[in-house]
């Protein structure tokens, strides 16, 4: 028996360098763009304009994931959600081309991070997941036709994110 796999899908982590500085930047920058409600959590989503503030505050990150790619990164659009207790998001891909990220701007080692499906079916029950164990100042970077979701949050601690879409 010769077994090959020949497709993969690539998680990517960075840590955030100096992320409480960061954190508090960026914020401020949110603050312009206050997130209205969907029915299941808070976002800006509709109307956010950060993505220039992003790039320059997360210049070093965004530069490791440009060197990774070795191709210049391309932001397409940021925005932030919140999930307040009960909150959570159904779910959803981003597309079928490029890259989505998501920066853990406020999380409490109980917050719900995202949950990812494998994109082909599991032989036994279809129900492949992956949860990345993440902390504050995290970003993880997945192609954007995968599937993710996020777990209703249990605890009344808000948790943020910042999910940004982007090629080269
Ligand atoms: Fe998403």
Redesign the pocket.
Known sequence: MDITSPFKIDFIKIKTNGFFLKRKLIKKELKKFPEKRFPNFSSNREKCNIDSAFVKIFEDEFLKISKHFNSMMNLHRSWSATYSKGDY?VP???GAKGY?G?LYLDMHEKSPV?VYMQPWNNHEDHSILYEPKVEEGDIIIVPQFVT?FTRPNLMSFKKRVI?FDFNF
């Open positions: 998001h959803h891909n981003h989505c998501i995202t993710h999910s």
